[in-house]
Protein backbone atom coordinates (compact mmCIF):
# COMPACT_ATOMS: atom_id res chain seq x y z
CA UNK A 1 0.00 0.00 0.00
CA UNK A 2 1.14 3.20 -0.56
CA UNK A 3 2.46 5.42 2.30
CA UNK A 4 0.25 8.32 2.22
CA UNK A 5 3.10 10.64 4.53
CA UNK A 6 5.79 9.83 2.15
CA UNK A 7 7.12 12.82 0.07
CA UNK A 8 6.45 11.59 -3.78
CA UNK A 9 10.19 12.97 -5.55
CA UNK A 10 11.80 12.90 -9.00
CA UNK A 11 15.33 12.02 -7.43
CA UNK A 12 16.83 11.65 -3.74
CA UNK A 13 20.47 12.15 -3.73
CA UNK A 14 22.29 10.77 -0.79
CA UNK A 15 25.59 12.62 -0.20
CA UNK A 16 26.90 16.11 0.03
CA UNK A 17 31.00 15.86 -1.11
CA UNK A 18 31.43 16.19 -4.98
CA UNK A 19 29.20 13.96 -6.41
CA UNK A 20 26.09 14.76 -4.18
CA UNK A 21 26.70 18.45 -5.03
CA UNK A 22 27.45 17.58 -8.45
CA UNK A 23 24.00 15.51 -8.88
CA UNK A 24 21.79 18.32 -6.80
CA UNK A 25 22.84 21.07 -9.63
CA UNK A 26 22.52 19.11 -12.61
CA UNK A 27 19.11 17.62 -11.54
CA UNK A 28 18.26 20.63 -10.64
CA UNK A 29 18.74 22.07 -14.00
CA UNK A 30 17.16 19.43 -15.92
CA UNK A 31 14.00 20.32 -14.31
CA UNK A 32 13.48 17.54 -11.56
CA UNK A 33 12.24 17.33 -7.96
CA UNK A 34 15.16 16.33 -5.76
CA UNK A 35 15.70 15.99 -2.38
CA UNK A 36 19.21 15.69 -0.73
CA UNK A 37 20.42 13.90 2.32
CA UNK A 38 24.07 14.18 4.15
CA UNK A 39 24.62 12.41 7.50
CA UNK A 40 27.42 15.24 8.35
CA UNK A 41 25.92 19.27 9.30
CA UNK A 42 26.90 20.63 6.28
CA UNK A 43 28.50 20.16 2.71
CA UNK A 44 31.98 19.02 1.97
CA UNK A 45 32.01 15.16 2.57
CA UNK A 46 35.72 13.87 3.12
CA UNK A 47 36.39 17.47 3.82
CA UNK A 48 33.95 18.25 6.26
CA UNK A 49 34.67 15.12 8.40
CA UNK A 50 38.77 15.31 7.95
CA UNK A 51 39.33 18.27 10.12
CA UNK A 52 42.76 16.93 11.75
CA UNK A 53 45.84 18.76 11.80
CA UNK A 54 47.77 18.83 8.60
CA UNK A 55 44.88 17.29 6.26
CA UNK A 56 45.45 18.28 2.84
CA UNK A 57 44.75 17.33 -1.15
CA UNK A 58 47.61 15.20 -2.99
CA UNK A 59 46.24 16.39 -6.21
CA UNK A 60 46.69 20.01 -7.84
CA UNK A 61 43.86 22.05 -5.98
CA UNK A 62 43.52 23.90 -9.55
CA UNK A 63 42.52 21.06 -10.82
CA UNK A 64 40.54 19.51 -7.91
CA UNK A 65 37.14 21.64 -8.21
CA UNK A 66 34.66 21.11 -10.80
CA UNK A 67 34.44 22.49 -14.25
CA UNK A 68 30.56 22.50 -15.19
CA UNK A 69 30.78 26.44 -14.09
CA UNK A 70 32.90 28.70 -15.80
CA UNK A 71 32.13 31.21 -13.37
CA UNK A 72 32.94 29.07 -10.51
CA UNK A 73 36.08 28.34 -12.35
CA UNK A 74 36.83 32.56 -12.72
CA UNK A 75 35.45 33.69 -9.30
CA UNK A 76 37.57 31.11 -6.98
CA UNK A 77 40.73 31.62 -6.56
CA UNK A 78 43.32 28.85 -5.06
CA UNK A 79 46.45 29.83 -2.76
CA UNK A 80 48.78 26.74 -2.43
CA UNK A 81 49.37 23.76 -4.89
CA UNK A 82 47.62 21.92 -2.72
CA UNK A 83 45.21 23.02 -0.48
CA UNK A 84 44.40 22.09 3.19
CA UNK A 85 41.36 21.13 4.66
CA UNK A 86 40.11 24.66 5.61
CA UNK A 87 40.31 25.86 1.96
CA UNK A 88 38.80 22.85 0.37
CA UNK A 89 35.96 23.08 2.52
CA UNK A 90 35.39 26.66 2.09
CA UNK A 91 35.67 26.05 -1.69
CA UNK A 92 32.69 23.78 -1.69
CA UNK A 93 30.48 26.05 0.79
CA UNK A 94 31.64 28.34 -2.23
CA UNK A 95 29.56 26.33 -4.52
CA UNK A 96 26.88 25.43 -2.58
CA UNK A 97 26.19 29.06 -1.76
CA UNK A 98 26.82 30.62 -5.32
CA UNK A 99 24.44 27.90 -7.01
CA UNK A 100 21.84 27.90 -3.91
CA UNK A 101 22.72 23.83 -3.45
CA UNK A 102 21.86 24.05 0.20
CA UNK A 103 18.44 24.41 0.51
CA UNK A 104 17.42 21.08 -1.51
CA UNK A 105 19.81 19.38 1.22
CA UNK A 106 18.67 17.72 4.80
CA UNK A 107 21.70 18.21 7.33
CA UNK A 108 22.48 15.65 9.50
CA UNK A 109 20.22 13.32 8.40
CA UNK A 110 21.29 9.63 7.61
CA UNK A 111 19.21 7.38 5.70
CA UNK A 112 19.13 4.07 7.30
CA UNK A 113 17.28 2.05 4.45
CA UNK A 114 16.73 2.71 1.12
CA UNK A 115 13.54 0.06 -0.48
CA UNK A 116 12.97 -0.57 -4.06
CA UNK A 117 9.23 -0.94 -4.55
CA UNK A 118 8.51 -2.85 -7.17
CA UNK A 119 4.53 -2.48 -7.93
CA UNK A 120 4.84 0.73 -7.77
CA UNK A 121 8.64 1.32 -9.40
CA UNK A 122 10.00 4.01 -7.35
CA UNK A 123 12.79 4.00 -4.47
CA UNK A 124 11.58 4.33 -0.98
CA UNK A 125 14.23 6.15 1.01
CA UNK A 126 14.14 6.18 5.29
CA UNK A 127 15.97 9.13 7.21
CA UNK A 128 17.26 7.89 10.77
CA UNK A 129 14.67 11.15 11.51
CA UNK A 130 11.49 8.51 10.96
CA UNK A 131 11.00 10.30 7.40
CA UNK A 132 10.18 8.11 4.20
CA UNK A 133 10.38 9.79 0.71
CA UNK A 134 9.62 8.22 -2.93
CA UNK A 135 11.60 9.10 -5.98
CA UNK A 136 12.42 7.90 -8.93
CA UNK A 137 15.77 7.58 -8.90
CA UNK A 138 17.77 7.08 -6.07
CA UNK A 139 21.73 8.44 -6.72
CA UNK A 140 23.64 7.00 -4.33
CA UNK A 141 26.88 10.21 -4.33
CA UNK A 142 28.11 8.21 -0.77
CA UNK A 143 31.72 8.14 -1.96
CA UNK A 144 34.77 5.53 -1.95
CA UNK A 145 36.06 6.75 1.51
CA UNK A 146 33.39 7.39 3.59
CA UNK A 147 33.11 5.18 6.29
CA UNK A 148 35.95 5.16 8.79
CA UNK A 149 36.81 1.93 10.80
CA UNK A 150 38.53 1.56 13.91
CA UNK A 151 41.23 -1.01 14.73
CA UNK A 152 40.41 -4.39 15.35
CA UNK A 153 42.47 -4.36 18.82
CA UNK A 154 40.87 -5.20 21.90
CA UNK A 155 40.13 -2.54 24.59
CA UNK A 156 39.74 0.44 22.53
CA UNK A 157 36.66 1.86 24.87
CA UNK A 158 38.95 1.44 27.86
CA UNK A 159 41.09 4.13 27.27
CA UNK A 160 40.11 7.17 29.48
CA UNK A 161 43.00 9.77 27.85
CA UNK A 162 41.04 11.66 24.83
CA UNK A 163 40.48 9.47 21.87
CA UNK A 164 40.48 11.12 18.31
CA UNK A 165 39.60 9.93 14.87
CA UNK A 166 40.85 11.65 11.94
CA UNK A 167 37.59 10.77 10.10
CA UNK A 168 35.49 12.73 13.12
CA UNK A 169 37.93 15.65 14.17
CA UNK A 170 36.35 17.76 16.36
CA UNK A 171 35.56 21.31 15.20
CA UNK A 172 37.58 22.88 17.53
CA UNK A 173 41.25 23.28 17.66
CA UNK A 174 43.11 20.15 20.09
CA UNK A 175 45.92 21.19 21.58
CA UNK A 176 49.00 18.90 21.46
CA UNK A 177 51.40 21.36 23.75
CA UNK A 178 53.31 19.17 26.34
CA UNK A 179 51.13 15.78 25.97
CA UNK A 180 51.97 12.67 25.30
CA UNK A 181 49.96 11.26 22.16
CA UNK A 182 49.52 8.25 19.92
CA UNK A 183 48.95 7.73 16.04
CA UNK A 184 48.04 4.33 15.23
CA UNK A 185 48.03 4.46 11.45
CA UNK A 186 51.01 5.26 8.59
CA UNK A 187 48.97 5.84 5.64
CA UNK A 188 48.42 9.31 3.81
CA UNK A 189 46.36 10.74 6.92
CA UNK A 190 48.79 9.30 9.29
CA UNK A 191 51.70 10.26 7.76
CA UNK A 192 49.86 14.13 7.77
CA UNK A 193 49.01 14.04 11.10
CA UNK A 194 52.41 13.03 11.92
CA UNK A 195 54.20 15.64 10.44
CA UNK A 196 51.85 18.26 12.34
CA UNK A 197 51.36 17.29 15.41
CA UNK A 198 54.90 15.62 15.81
CA UNK A 199 56.71 19.62 16.45
CA UNK A 200 53.78 19.97 18.47
CA UNK A 201 53.00 17.01 21.01
CA UNK A 202 55.56 16.86 24.31
CA UNK A 203 56.15 13.15 23.00
CA UNK A 204 54.62 11.39 20.25
CA UNK A 205 54.56 7.69 19.52
CA UNK A 206 53.59 6.33 16.09
CA UNK A 207 52.40 2.74 16.04
CA UNK A 208 53.62 1.64 12.54
CA UNK A 209 52.22 -2.15 11.02
CA UNK A 210 53.18 -1.07 7.15
CA UNK A 211 55.54 1.56 6.37
CA UNK A 212 54.35 3.64 3.20
CA UNK A 213 56.11 5.27 0.51
CA UNK A 214 55.94 8.77 0.78
CA UNK A 215 57.35 11.32 -2.00
CA UNK A 216 58.15 15.34 -1.27
CA UNK A 217 54.78 17.56 -2.09
CA UNK A 218 56.96 20.81 -2.63
CA UNK A 219 53.40 22.65 -1.89
CA UNK A 220 53.70 26.34 -2.65
CA UNK A 221 51.75 29.35 -2.63
CA UNK A 222 50.05 29.43 -5.71
CA UNK A 223 51.35 33.41 -7.59
CA UNK A 224 48.81 35.54 -8.82
CA UNK A 225 49.95 35.89 -12.05
CA UNK A 226 50.02 31.92 -12.42
CA UNK A 227 46.31 31.63 -11.17
CA UNK A 228 45.19 34.42 -13.85
CA UNK A 229 47.22 32.33 -16.49
CA UNK A 230 45.37 29.21 -15.03
CA UNK A 231 41.84 30.99 -15.24
CA UNK A 232 42.50 32.17 -18.82
CA UNK A 233 42.76 28.54 -19.83
CA UNK A 234 40.82 26.42 -18.02
CA UNK A 235 38.83 24.74 -20.69
CA UNK A 236 42.31 23.53 -22.17
CA UNK A 237 43.40 22.31 -18.62
CA UNK A 238 40.62 20.60 -18.04
CA UNK A 239 40.72 18.87 -21.66
CA UNK A 240 44.24 17.67 -20.80
CA UNK A 241 43.05 16.66 -17.52
CA UNK A 242 40.08 14.15 -19.29
CA UNK A 243 42.70 12.73 -21.59
CA UNK A 244 45.23 11.68 -18.46
CA UNK A 245 45.11 8.23 -17.17
CA UNK A 246 44.26 10.07 -13.58
CA UNK A 247 42.49 12.25 -14.82
CA UNK A 248 44.25 15.11 -14.19
CA UNK A 249 47.21 17.78 -14.49
CA UNK A 250 49.89 15.32 -13.99
CA UNK A 251 53.16 14.51 -15.94
CA UNK A 252 52.59 11.39 -18.29
CA UNK A 253 55.37 9.55 -20.34
CA UNK A 254 55.43 7.20 -22.82
CA UNK A 255 59.55 6.21 -21.64
CA UNK A 256 59.57 2.67 -20.41
CA UNK A 257 61.96 2.54 -17.40
CA UNK A 258 65.05 0.27 -18.81
CA UNK A 259 64.77 2.45 -22.20
CA UNK A 260 67.33 4.33 -20.89
CA UNK A 261 70.16 4.31 -19.68
CA UNK A 262 71.08 3.96 -15.70
CA UNK A 263 72.74 7.31 -15.43
CA UNK A 264 69.50 8.94 -16.88
CA UNK A 265 67.18 6.98 -15.09
CA UNK A 266 68.61 8.32 -11.99
CA UNK A 267 69.01 12.03 -13.29
CA UNK A 268 65.17 11.22 -13.93
CA UNK A 269 64.56 10.57 -10.79
CA UNK A 270 66.29 13.05 -8.88
CA UNK A 271 65.21 15.60 -10.80
CA UNK A 272 61.58 14.22 -10.30
CA UNK A 273 62.13 13.89 -6.44
CA UNK A 274 62.68 17.82 -6.62
CA UNK A 275 59.99 18.71 -8.46
CA UNK A 276 57.67 16.76 -5.86
CA UNK A 277 54.15 15.78 -6.22
CA UNK A 278 53.62 12.53 -7.79
CA UNK A 279 55.88 13.77 -10.67
CA UNK A 280 58.24 10.16 -9.98
CA UNK A 281 55.54 8.25 -11.09
CA UNK A 282 54.44 9.89 -14.49
CA UNK A 283 58.18 10.21 -15.17
CA UNK A 284 58.08 6.46 -16.21
CA UNK A 285 55.50 4.72 -18.12
CA UNK A 286 55.62 1.35 -16.81
CA UNK A 287 55.84 1.43 -13.11
CA UNK A 288 52.26 0.03 -12.24
CA UNK A 289 53.32 -3.27 -14.48
CA UNK A 290 56.90 -3.74 -14.72
CA UNK A 291 58.15 -5.05 -11.47
CA UNK A 292 61.22 -5.02 -11.88
CA UNK A 293 61.19 -0.91 -13.10
CA UNK A 294 59.07 -0.58 -9.82
CA UNK A 295 61.44 -2.30 -7.49
CA UNK A 296 64.02 0.17 -9.18
CA UNK A 297 62.41 3.11 -8.12
CA UNK A 298 61.37 1.77 -4.65
CA UNK A 299 64.96 1.45 -3.53
CA UNK A 300 65.70 4.79 -4.90
CA UNK A 301 63.05 6.09 -2.47
CA UNK A 302 64.27 3.82 0.24
CA UNK A 303 67.45 5.89 -0.40
CA UNK A 304 66.02 9.14 0.07
CA UNK A 305 64.31 8.16 3.30
CA UNK A 306 68.30 6.88 4.74
CA UNK A 307 69.35 10.00 4.11
CA UNK A 308 66.63 11.75 5.52
CA UNK A 309 66.37 10.28 8.56
CA UNK A 310 69.29 10.19 11.09
CA UNK A 311 68.61 7.31 13.37
CA UNK A 312 69.73 4.16 11.23
CA UNK A 313 66.92 1.66 13.32
CA UNK A 314 64.31 4.58 12.74
CA UNK A 315 64.72 4.89 9.00
CA UNK A 316 65.47 1.07 8.41
CA UNK A 317 61.79 0.50 10.25
CA UNK A 318 60.27 3.51 7.74
CA UNK A 319 61.95 1.91 4.26
CA UNK A 320 58.89 -0.25 2.68
CA UNK A 321 59.51 -3.63 1.96
CA UNK A 322 57.34 -6.37 0.59
CA UNK A 323 55.00 -4.59 -1.81
CA UNK A 324 55.50 -2.37 -4.97
CA UNK A 325 55.43 1.28 -4.68
CA UNK A 326 52.25 3.09 -5.81
CA UNK A 327 50.59 -0.62 -4.54
CA UNK A 328 49.24 1.30 -1.95
CA UNK A 329 48.26 5.35 -2.13
CA UNK A 330 51.08 6.73 -2.56
CA UNK A 331 51.98 9.69 0.24
CA UNK A 332 53.19 13.23 -0.19
CA UNK A 333 54.69 14.80 2.34
CA UNK A 334 56.15 18.22 3.52
CA UNK A 335 58.44 16.85 6.56
CA UNK A 336 57.05 13.58 7.61
CA UNK A 337 60.61 11.55 7.40
CA UNK A 338 61.83 14.85 9.39
CA UNK A 339 59.76 14.60 12.09
CA UNK A 340 61.36 11.44 12.93
CA UNK A 341 64.31 13.53 13.63
CA UNK A 342 62.74 15.26 16.70
CA UNK A 343 64.21 13.61 20.37
CA UNK A 344 60.48 13.46 21.53
CA UNK A 345 59.24 11.40 18.46
CA UNK A 346 59.60 7.96 18.49
CA UNK A 347 58.51 5.03 15.69
CA UNK A 348 57.14 2.28 17.65
CA UNK A 349 57.24 -1.12 15.16
CA UNK A 350 54.22 -3.04 15.62
CA UNK A 351 55.44 -6.26 13.34
CA UNK A 352 58.30 -6.55 15.33
CA UNK A 353 56.51 -5.33 18.71
CA UNK A 354 52.76 -5.85 18.32
CA UNK A 355 49.76 -4.13 20.02
CA UNK A 356 48.18 -6.39 22.48
CA UNK A 357 45.51 -3.96 23.71
CA UNK A 358 44.55 -0.47 24.41
CA UNK A 359 44.29 -0.13 28.18
CA UNK A 360 42.93 2.73 30.38
CA UNK A 361 45.79 4.74 30.27
CA UNK A 362 47.45 3.79 26.78
CA UNK A 363 48.80 1.05 24.28
CA UNK A 364 50.15 -1.85 25.51
CA UNK A 365 52.73 -3.69 23.74
CA UNK A 366 53.99 -7.20 23.60
CA UNK A 367 56.83 -5.18 25.35
CA UNK A 368 54.95 -2.84 27.68
CA UNK A 369 52.55 -0.08 27.66
CA UNK A 370 53.21 3.35 26.54
CA UNK A 371 51.05 5.68 28.44
CA UNK A 372 49.45 8.54 27.14
CA UNK A 373 47.38 11.56 27.26
CA UNK A 374 45.62 11.31 23.55
CA UNK A 375 45.25 8.85 21.12
CA UNK A 376 44.98 9.56 17.71
CA UNK A 377 43.15 6.81 15.16
CA UNK A 378 44.29 6.93 11.30
CA UNK A 379 43.24 3.34 10.48
CA UNK A 380 41.79 4.11 7.36
CA UNK A 381 37.99 3.42 6.05
CA UNK A 382 36.13 0.22 4.50
CA UNK A 383 36.87 1.83 1.44
CA UNK A 384 34.43 1.61 -2.31
CA UNK A 385 31.81 -0.43 -1.10
CA UNK A 386 31.77 0.54 2.81
CA UNK A 387 29.19 3.04 2.23
CA UNK A 388 25.98 0.66 0.40
CA UNK A 389 26.95 -2.28 2.37
CA UNK A 390 26.99 0.21 5.86
CA UNK A 391 22.75 0.09 5.54
CA UNK A 392 19.68 -1.37 3.93
CA UNK A 393 19.92 -0.72 0.08
CA UNK A 394 17.35 -3.44 -1.21
CA UNK A 395 16.72 -3.92 -5.08
CA UNK A 396 14.53 -6.46 -6.79
CA UNK A 397 13.52 -9.82 -4.72
CA UNK A 398 14.59 -8.44 -1.22
CA UNK A 399 18.18 -8.53 -2.74
CA UNK A 400 20.46 -5.90 -0.30
CA UNK A 401 23.74 -4.47 -1.77
CA UNK A 402 25.04 -6.01 1.43
CA UNK A 403 24.25 -9.54 -0.05
CA UNK A 404 25.41 -9.12 -3.42
CA UNK A 405 28.29 -8.03 -2.79
CA UNK A 406 29.26 -10.45 -0.19
CA UNK A 407 31.72 -12.19 -2.76
CA UNK A 408 32.54 -8.71 -4.69
CA UNK A 409 31.34 -5.71 -5.30
CA UNK A 410 29.51 -6.53 -9.14
CA UNK A 411 28.40 -2.72 -10.81
CA UNK A 412 28.74 -1.78 -14.23
CA UNK A 413 30.74 0.86 -14.59
CA UNK A 414 30.82 1.61 -11.26
CA UNK A 415 27.35 3.26 -12.28
CA UNK A 416 25.29 0.66 -12.39
CA UNK A 417 24.21 -2.43 -10.36
CA UNK A 418 22.42 -5.26 -11.67
CA UNK A 419 18.94 -6.21 -10.06
CA UNK A 420 18.72 -2.64 -8.52
CA UNK A 421 16.77 -0.04 -11.15
CA UNK A 422 16.89 3.24 -11.07
CA UNK A 423 19.57 3.05 -8.52
CA UNK A 424 22.80 4.94 -9.75
CA UNK A 425 26.08 5.16 -8.13
CA UNK A 426 28.43 8.43 -8.54
CA UNK A 427 32.47 7.37 -8.18
CA UNK A 428 31.37 3.42 -7.12
CA UNK A 429 33.26 0.26 -7.20
CA UNK A 430 34.93 -0.99 -10.00
CA UNK A 431 35.09 2.92 -12.09
CA UNK A 432 38.30 4.82 -11.52
CA UNK A 433 38.18 5.94 -8.17
CA UNK A 434 41.19 6.11 -5.96
CA UNK A 435 43.05 6.12 -9.09
CA UNK A 436 41.74 9.21 -10.93
CA UNK A 437 40.72 12.85 -9.80
CA UNK A 438 37.48 12.00 -7.67
CA UNK A 439 36.01 15.42 -8.84
CA UNK A 440 36.19 14.52 -13.28
CA UNK A 441 34.83 10.93 -12.01
CA UNK A 442 32.09 12.56 -10.46
CA UNK A 443 31.71 15.07 -13.12
CA UNK A 444 31.38 12.00 -15.83
CA UNK A 445 29.13 10.00 -13.81
CA UNK A 446 26.45 12.80 -12.93
CA UNK A 447 26.45 13.69 -16.79
CA UNK A 448 25.78 9.46 -17.76
CA UNK A 449 23.07 9.41 -15.61
CA UNK A 450 21.54 12.32 -16.59
CA UNK A 451 21.87 11.31 -20.54
CA UNK A 452 20.41 8.16 -19.36
CA UNK A 453 17.15 9.99 -17.33
CA UNK A 454 16.87 12.55 -20.48
CA UNK A 455 16.94 9.74 -23.03
CA UNK A 456 13.78 7.89 -20.39
CA UNK A 457 12.25 10.63 -20.66
CA UNK A 458 12.40 11.17 -24.89
CA UNK A 459 11.17 7.12 -24.61
CA UNK A 460 8.61 6.99 -22.11
CA UNK A 461 10.72 4.58 -20.14
CA UNK A 462 10.02 4.23 -16.39
CA UNK A 463 13.07 1.77 -15.36
CA UNK A 464 16.27 1.35 -16.29
CA UNK A 465 18.71 -1.97 -14.82
CA UNK A 466 21.94 -3.24 -16.16
CA UNK A 467 21.53 -7.08 -17.60
CA UNK A 468 23.38 -9.93 -15.15
CA UNK A 469 25.46 -10.34 -18.83
CA UNK A 470 26.89 -7.00 -19.48
CA UNK A 471 27.17 -6.26 -16.04
CA UNK A 472 29.53 -9.75 -15.92
CA UNK A 473 31.37 -8.39 -19.35
CA UNK A 474 32.16 -5.24 -17.21
CA UNK A 475 33.82 -7.05 -14.30
CA UNK A 476 36.04 -9.33 -16.81
CA UNK A 477 37.43 -6.11 -18.23
CA UNK A 478 38.06 -4.77 -14.66
CA UNK A 479 39.78 -8.49 -13.97
CA UNK A 480 41.66 -8.57 -17.06
CA UNK A 481 42.87 -5.03 -16.50
CA UNK A 482 43.87 -6.06 -12.24
CA UNK A 483 45.19 -8.74 -13.47
CA UNK A 484 48.03 -6.95 -15.29
CA UNK A 485 48.83 -4.53 -12.75
CA UNK A 486 51.00 -4.54 -9.58
CA UNK A 487 47.81 -2.76 -7.82
CA UNK A 488 47.12 -6.32 -6.30
CA UNK A 489 49.95 -7.12 -4.97
CA UNK A 490 49.82 -4.96 -1.72
CA UNK A 491 47.19 -4.90 1.60
CA UNK A 492 45.19 -1.93 0.64
CA UNK A 493 41.52 -0.84 1.00
CA UNK A 494 42.06 -1.02 -2.71
CA UNK A 495 41.57 -4.82 -2.62
CA UNK A 496 39.48 -5.19 0.43
CA UNK A 497 42.55 -6.37 2.75
CA UNK A 498 42.36 -3.89 5.41
CA UNK A 499 38.27 -5.04 6.34
CA UNK A 500 38.30 -8.27 7.91
CA UNK A 501 36.18 -11.15 6.25
CA UNK A 502 35.36 -8.21 3.76
CA UNK A 503 35.86 -9.84 -0.40
CA UNK A 504 38.91 -9.69 -1.66
CA UNK A 505 39.96 -8.08 -5.45
CA UNK A 506 40.64 -5.16 -7.00
CA UNK A 507 37.42 -3.46 -7.14
CA UNK A 508 38.73 -0.67 -9.58
CA UNK A 509 39.08 0.15 -13.04
CA UNK A 510 42.81 0.35 -13.69
CA UNK A 511 42.38 1.36 -17.64
CA UNK A 512 42.98 5.00 -16.94
CA UNK A 513 39.97 7.67 -16.81
CA UNK A 514 40.14 8.68 -20.55
CA UNK A 515 39.15 4.72 -21.49
CA UNK A 516 36.66 4.42 -18.55
CA UNK A 517 34.69 8.07 -20.03
CA UNK A 518 35.12 6.11 -23.12
CA UNK A 519 33.20 2.84 -21.81
CA UNK A 520 30.53 5.25 -20.35
CA UNK A 521 30.59 7.16 -23.44
CA UNK A 522 30.55 4.57 -25.96
CA UNK A 523 27.29 2.62 -23.52
CA UNK A 524 25.42 6.01 -24.27
CA UNK A 525 26.02 6.06 -27.48
CA UNK A 526 24.61 2.62 -27.93
CA UNK A 527 21.42 3.81 -26.17
CA UNK A 528 22.25 1.95 -23.43
CA UNK A 529 21.93 -1.66 -25.35
CA UNK A 530 23.29 -2.92 -21.67
CA UNK A 531 20.09 -2.36 -19.57
CA UNK A 532 17.00 -3.51 -19.99
CA UNK A 533 13.89 -0.75 -19.49
CA UNK A 534 10.31 -0.85 -18.58
CA UNK A 535 8.22 1.46 -20.39
CA UNK A 536 6.10 3.94 -18.60
CA UNK A 537 2.39 2.82 -19.33
CA UNK A 538 2.70 -0.10 -17.85
CA UNK A 539 3.84 1.61 -15.02
CA UNK A 540 0.77 1.02 -11.88
CA UNK A 541 -1.09 3.01 -10.06
CA UNK A 542 0.01 3.80 -7.06
P1 LIG B 1 44.96 3.80 4.85
O1 LIG B 1 45.81 4.18 3.72
O2 LIG B 1 44.08 2.62 4.70
O3 LIG B 1 45.90 3.63 6.12
C1 LIG B 1 45.45 3.07 7.32
C2 LIG B 1 46.62 2.82 8.21
O4 LIG B 1 46.17 2.30 9.47
C3 LIG B 1 47.59 1.79 7.64
O5 LIG B 1 48.89 2.20 7.91
C4 LIG B 1 47.22 0.55 8.44
O6 LIG B 1 48.26 -0.39 8.55
C5 LIG B 1 46.92 1.15 9.78
N1 LIG B 1 46.17 0.24 10.65
C6 LIG B 1 44.89 -0.19 10.48
N2 LIG B 1 44.56 -1.04 11.47
C7 LIG B 1 45.65 -1.15 12.27
C8 LIG B 1 45.94 -1.88 13.45
N3 LIG B 1 45.01 -2.68 14.00
N4 LIG B 1 47.15 -1.74 13.99
C9 LIG B 1 48.08 -0.95 13.43
N5 LIG B 1 47.87 -0.23 12.32
C10 LIG B 1 46.67 -0.33 11.75
O7 LIG B 1 43.99 5.02 5.27
P2 LIG B 1 44.27 6.58 5.20
O8 LIG B 1 43.13 7.23 5.88
O9 LIG B 1 45.63 6.90 5.66
O10 LIG B 1 44.23 6.92 3.68
C11 LIG B 1 43.07 6.60 2.91
C12 LIG B 1 43.08 7.33 1.61
O11 LIG B 1 42.81 8.72 1.83
C13 LIG B 1 44.39 7.34 0.88
O12 LIG B 1 44.61 6.17 0.18
C14 LIG B 1 44.24 8.54 -0.02
O13 LIG B 1 43.47 8.20 -1.14
C15 LIG B 1 43.49 9.51 0.83
P3 LIG B 1 48.27 -1.68 7.53
O14 LIG B 1 48.56 -1.12 6.19
O15 LIG B 1 46.89 -2.28 7.59
O16 LIG B 1 49.31 -2.57 8.06
Not at 139 to 162: C, E, N, Q, W, Y
Not at 192 to 218: C, D, K, N, Y
Not at 364 to 391: K, P, Q, W
Request: net charge negative.
Amino acid sequence: AANTTARRLDVVIVGAGFGGLCAVHKFREMGLDIQAFEAGGDVGGVWYWNRYPGARVDLPSIDYCFSFSPEIEQEWTWSEEFAAQPELLAYMNFVADRLDLRKHYKFNTRVSRAIWDEQRRLWQVFTENGEVYEATYCIMATGPLSVPRDPDIPGLSHFKGTLLRAARWPHEPVDFTGKRVGVIGTGSTGIQIVQEVGPEAGELFVFQRTPSFSMPMRNQKLEPDYVAEVKRHYPGLRAAALNSAVGGLRPQSTRAFFSVTPAQRRALLEDAWKQGGLTILGTFSDLLTNPEANEHVAEFLREKIGEIVEDKATAEKLKPRGYPVFARRPCLDSSYYETYNLPHVHLLDCVEDPIEEITEKGVRLRSGEVELDMLILATGYDGLTGALTAFDVVGRNGLSVRDKWRDGAHSYLGLLIAGFPNLFMTTGPNGPAALANIVRISENDVNWIASAMNFMEKHGLATIEVTQEAEGRWMDIVYDLAQRSLLTKAKTWYVGANVAGKAQGLSLFTGGFPKYAEYCAAAARANYQDCTFEPLEKQAVA
